[in-house]
């Protein structure tokens, strides 16, 4: 008797905190430490005018190959060797797979970003990583 009670309790207690924290399909990956946190005071809310950047990166492809084809242009034995590649083609080589670059551009445009605002970019000017840009 004593074992149910505890179990119906602790089963309500979970219940509860399980409805205090509503779930969300977003996941952090990667979190970054505020370094001058102290010295931060927030005063006022920005103006609505007020335009702020965000890049949002994405997994590159093939990374697991990067040192291969480095060496197979730094091997001198090598016939591709000195056939150093262009921008563009390591943008390419690397870049995320298309479905991640559309399936983030459809989460930012159904989360209520309009499409206009966004802006996709490969490469530079947002070394390494495949960013979009929206200055919402």
Same mark, same amino acid.
């Given at each position: 008797m004593k074992v149910s009670l505890i179990s119906l309790l602790a089963s309500a207690g979970l219940q509860l905190v399980v409805e205090a924290f509503p779930s969300t399909r977003h996941v952090v990956h990667e979190k970054r430490g505020?370094?001058?946190q102290s010295v931060w005071k927030?005063?006022?809310r920005a103006p609505v005018s007020q335009v702020l950047p965000m890049k949002v990166g994405l997994k590159q492809r093939n990374l697991e190959f990067a040192e291969q084809y480095i060496m197979d242009v730094a091997d001198p034995?090598? =016939?591709?060797?000195?056939?150093h590649w262009s921008a563009?083609?390591?943008?390419k080589t690397f870049a995320p797979a298309p479905e991640s670059s559309d399936e983030t551009l459809e989460w930012l445009v159904g989360s209520g970003i309009s499409r206009d605002r966004l802006r996709h970019s490969v490469g530079m000017p947002?070394? =390494?990583k495949v960013c979009i840009v929206c200055p919402c």
């Open positions: 505020v370094q001058h927030r005063h006022s034995t090598s =016939p591709n060797y000195g056939k563009e083609k390591v943008a947002c070394p =390494p």
